[in-house]
C-alpha cells in the first residue's frame, strides 16, 4: 500500500510554554530496543486519566510496544518522530497502521530526505505546538544532525532524538548535517527549556539518560560553546575516534 502524508495545521502559539502550566499528570516508560550493535531509547508518554499515549522514535520490537500499550491499557494517539533515520522510524508506519494512528514529522525533514510513511502528518515549520489526544507537545525545530529533525517538549520531558546526548550532540557529517545549524539548535534549547527538565535522547552512551537540562549544561560541552565557530571547529576536527569521541 503506498504511504500517505498530510500537514498538519494549527495557529502557532508565541510562546509554547504557557502550555506547561497545567496540572496534568504525564508517566514516560522508557523502552529500550535493539538490533545487532545498534541500540535505542523510545519512549511511551502517556496520559494516566484518558489512557492516552504518544510513542517517540518507535523502532525494532513491536512486541515491546504491544506490551506496553496492552499492560498499561493504553490507546496510542499519536507517533512522534525527532528524525528519518532508520533506526527512529522503523516501526513508525507499522504503528500507525496497526493502531490507526498519525505519525508526526517536521515538513523540512520529510520533505528534504522524501520521507513517507503510513499516516505520515507533517509539521510545518513554523508550527511551535501540537494538541494529540488532550496532549500539549511542544515542538521544537533542531536542524544540524539532519536537515530537520525535531525535539519534542511534553509536560516536564524533552525527547532529543540525536539533536542532544547526555555527553554530546549528533553527527553533522552526514547528509543534510550542519554543524552550524547545530550550534543554533542548541542556543535555541538552551534559551527555551528550563532548567529542571528532563532530557530523553534517543542513545546512551557514557552517561544515563533522564538527567535535567541543568545536568546536562554542566556537563556536556556542545551547551558550552560561546560561537558558532567554536562549536563548528570542535565537532568537526579532525582526529576524533568514532561515534562516540564527543569530548
Same mark, same amino acid.
Given at each position: 500500500m503506498a504511504c500517505t502524508h498530510r500537514v498538519y495545521t494549527e495557529q502557532v502559539l508565541s510562546d509554547i510554554l504557557v502550555l506547561y502550566g497545567e496540572s496534568k499528570v504525564l508517566q514516560v516508560k522508557i523502552i529500550k530496543t535493539q538490533t545487532f550493535f545498534i541500540k535505542n531509547f523510545t519512549y511511551l508518554v502517556f496520559d494516566d486519566q484518558t489512557q492516552h499515549a504518544l510513542l517517540v522514535d518507535p523502532a525494532w520490537d513491536m512486541q515491546a510496544y504491544d506490551s506496553a500499550l496492552t499492560e498499561n491499557n493504553?490507546?496510542?494517539?499519536? =507517533?512522534? =518522530?525527532?528524525?528519518?533515520h532508520m533506526d527512529h522510524t522503523d516501526l513508525a508506519g507499522?504503528?500507525?497502521?496497526? #493502531?490507526?494512528?498519525?505519525? #508526526?514529522?517536521?515538513?523540512?525533514?520529510?520533505?528534504? #530526505? %522524501?520521507?513517507s510513511c503510513y499516516n505520515l502528518e507533517l509539521i510545518p515549520d513554523n508550527v511551535e505546538s501540537l494538541s494529540i489526544a488532550g496532549i500539549k507537545v511542544g515542538v521544537f525545530l533542531t536542524p544540524g544532525h539532519t536537515y530537520g529533525g525535531a525535539c519534542y517538549l511534553i509536560g516536564n520531558y524533552l525527547f532529543t532524538g540525536d539533536t542532544l546526548f547526555m555527553e554530546g550532540c549528533g553527527m553533522c557529517n552526514i547528509p543534510g548535517g550542519d554543524a552550524r545549524r547545530m550550534f543554533h539548535s542548541l542556543q535555541k534549547l538552551k534559551k527555551h527549556i528550563s532548567d529542571d527538565v528532563i532530557i530523553y535522547p534517543g542513545h546512551q552512551y557514557q552517561r544515563k539518560i533522564?538527567?535535567?537540562f541543568a545536568d546536562v549544561k554542566a556537563s %556536556?560541552? #556542545?551547551? %558550552?560553546f560561546k560561537t558558532e565557530e567554536e562549536l563548528v571547529k570542535f565537532r568537526m576536527r579532525k582526529g576524533q575516534k568514532g561515534l562516540l569521541d564527543f569530548t
Open positions: 493504553l490507546m496510542l494517539a499519536g =507517533i512522534l =518522530i525527532t528524525h528519518h507499522k504503528l500507525a497502521k496497526k #493502531y490507526n494512528c498519525p505519525a #508526526y514529522m517536521s515538513q523540512s525533514e520529510a520533505q528534504y #530526505y %522524501n520521507f533522564g538527567k535535567t %556536556n560541552v #556542545y551547551l %558550552n
